[in-house]
């Protein structure tokens, strides 16, 4: 009886219908000719139109409480000059604040390291929205009490129409890049198959300045230059 019913299921099982291929894979679209990938990057030159500044104090004291309340006293400065220059308050954002021993080890008797102080440190991040009066605010906080400045970062501050023109220059430095393998080939051009943007550059490298404490520069400039805004594409045509 058994060996009757399994006999039934087998035939049962060949019987049903096999499931469409089309509901099982996704259709591909049929390349007749020859398919071509190509890498190429559009790239466009704009003037930089803010810079991005770190400024800080840095205060040591004997004690904790002493480091941090000279640090703060300085800091209320430094950001009353930002202020006075116009700089408005969504233009400046905290960084970092640190608080750490120093030491100093005796190196003659060979102990451990000695607590003799404490280094508070407190940074903040600028946009300066005019290149021009970059400078000029420098000098303005060093002599506030900023000791510690770093940058800065030029920058595009709306960078999407150049971005754009950047990609229709990959997009023809591309097409041009398939005209050349279809001649040596023999074909010709044919369609799009898929364009992947697969990345774009909007930076330059940071310029480093550092101050000193009393130091104040009789003409600090910031010279913005030009920056490169680049968008790479990889596009895949058909050759026919």
């Known amino acids: 009886m058994m060996r009757n019913l399994t006999v039934a299921l087998l035939l049962a099982a060949v019987a049903l219908p096999a499931a469409p291929a089309s509901a099982q ?9 020859t398919r071509l990938d190509v890498v190429a990057t559009g790239e466009v030159m704009r003037v930089p139109d803010v810079a991005h500044i770190t400024a800080g104090v840095v205060t040591t004291a004997p004690t904790a409480t002493a480091a941090l309340e000279q640090n703060a006293r300085q800091m209320a400065s430094v950001r009353q000059a930002l202020r006075n220059a116009g700089i408005a ?7 970092a604040i640190n608080l750490y021993p120093d030491y100093r080890q005796d190196e003659r008797t060979g102990g451990n390291p000695q607590i003799v102080g ?8 600028i946009k300066f929205r005019d290149i ?14 900023a000791n510690q ?19 229709v220059a990959a ?7 398939a005209e050349i393998y279809a001649r040596a080939s023999g074909k010709k051009v044919g369609r799009i198959l898929s364009i992947s943007e697969t990345g774009n550059v909007n930076m330059l490298p940071m310029m480093r ?7 104040v520069a009789d003409s600090t400039s910031i010279d913005p230059g030009q920056q490169a805004v680049s968008v790479t594409l990889a ?4 050759l026919e």
């Open 132 to 145: 021009k009066s970059t400078g000029k605010i420098l000098d303005a906080l060093v002599a506030q009490g």
């Open 89 to 95: 308050d969504r233009d400046i954002q905290t960084s």
């Open 25 to 33: 894979t996704q259709p591909i679209a049929a390349i007749s000719g």
């Open 118 to 125: 404490y280094r508070a440190s407190n940074e903040m991040t």
């Open 171 to 177: 997009l023809a430095s591309a097409r041009a890049r």
């Open 235 to 238: 596009v895949s045509f058909e």
């Open 149 to 167: 400045i770093n940058g800065p970062m030029l920058a595009i501050d709306r960078p999407e129409q150049a971005l754009d023109e950047a990609r």
């Open 209 to 215: 300045m550092r101050a000193q404490a009393g130091m």
